[in-house]
């Protein structure tokens, strides 16, 4: 049974992998309007062939509070809305590998850069704290069109081919990818991306497990404290950064200002304290576009912080270096 599933695990990997290449070969020759049909029908038979997932955005909408934000939502249109758009996102990114950089500005339009600027004049690197919401794959390829050096904290797939498929493809685009595991090495690399001022991406909205619990949409959730951490040991700067698309799929890179994050103190509550801040910065970009934002990123089966559950126990302590999630 075992090595069954093994097979099995491994050829969905290989699937993946084909897909992948024969798509990006193909993209290029086909004519916008079949393209688009394509993506349109590709977005709507994974929605419902993959439906493990569909089914678990469309619970965890239902299990958020949007009634105290005035609004009014139905679960399964959400989240399909927010399926086609991760579909689409793929699609965006795709191109991103053979457009030339005048066409990638064109894809994606750039709102206050001059944050981006100034934070980079520290000289302390950048941490570019996003989440699963819009086009976030996106936000490398446009910056390093740009001429910025740009890094991603990336979980890298189980399967290594796969997994070097994928940091080949970021790196045609301009992103270097650091893996989360093994976790020294991988804190060695955020390190050393920061030290050179690089831009470095970290996705901040897995609510799944952690030591500091936070509200989130009227929900309590362990929130990760990677952001908080590293920004306090290295002394970056913590820079929101969203690519959201409008009703007519343009897309635009939106920067903010820096987030003044508390620095003095007992870095413990320090640290508490900005992961509650950056998690509201996040909870901000969620209500202003839910149709955007994966609603993958929570424990399964509804459960949140302070549930009887083991997993929800604390964790062990972190070793001195760890500034991952």
């Known amino acids: 049974m075992a090595r069954r599933q093994s097979v099995f695990y491994s050829l969905r990997y290989r699937i993946g992998e084909y897909c992948l290449r024969g798509f990006v070969k193909v993209l290029p020759?086909?004519?916008?309007?079949?393209?688009?049909?394509?993506i349109e029908l590709s977005a709507r038979v994974s929605f419902l062939l993959l439906r493990r997932y569909s089914k678990r955005m469309e619970e965890t909408v239902g299990s958020l509070d949007f009634a105290r934000e005035g609004h009014s939502v139905a679960h399964k249109d959400l989240a399909w809305r927010a399926w086609r758009n991760f579909g689409r996102s793929a699609y965006e990114t795709a191109r991103t590998l053979y457009c030339s950089k005048e066409e990638i500005r064109a894809m994606v339009v750039i709102e206050g850069e001059e944050h981006l600027k100034r934070a980079l004049q520290k000289k302390k690197g950048v941490i570019a704290l996003s989440a699963h919401l819009g086009n976030f794959t996106?936000?490398?390829?446009?910056?390093?069109?740009?001429?910025?050096?740009?890094?991603?904290?990336?979980?890298?797939?189980?399967?290594?081919?796969?997994?070097?498929?994928?940091?080949?493809?970021?790196a045609k685009v301009g992103v270097s990818t650091i893996p989360a595991k093994p976790r020294r090495k991988s804190v060695r690399y955020l390190l050393n991306a920061l030290r050179r001022n690089e831009v470095l991406l970290l996705i901040a909205d897995e609510f799944k497990g952690g030591k500091f619990a936070?509200?989130?949409?009227?929900?309590?959730?362990?929130?990760?404290?990677?952001?908080?951490?590293?920004?306090?040991?290295?002394?970056?700067?913590?820079?929101?950064?969203?690519?959201?698309?409008?009703?007519?799929?343009?897309?635009?890179?939106r920067i903010s200002p820096e987030v003044e994050i508390t620095r003095t103190g007992d870095a413990l509550a320090a640290t508490e304290a900005n992961v509650a801040l950056l998690s509201r910065h996040l909870e901000t970009m969620v209500l202003h576009y839910p149709d955007q934002w994966s609603w993958l990123g929570f424990r399964k089966n509804g459960k949140q912080a302070g549930d009887d559950d083991e997993s929800h126990q604390d964790p062990a302590p972190a070793p001195k270096d760890s500034v991952l999630p």
């Open 29 to 38: 020759h086909l004519p916008p309007r079949l393209l688009e049909a394509f």
């Open 138 to 170: 996106i936000i490398g390829p446009r910056l390093a069109v740009e001429g910025y050096a740009f890094s991603a904290l990336v979980k890298p797939p189980h399967d290594p081919r796969f997994a070097k498929l994928a940091d080949e493809q970021r």
């Open 214 to 253: 936070v509200e989130f949409l009227g929900r309590t959730a362990f929130a990760p404290r990677g952001p908080a951490t590293l920004a306090l040991r290295t002394g970056a700067a913590i820079v929101p950064m969203f690519v959201t698309r409008d009703d007519r799929d343009r897309l635009t890179l």
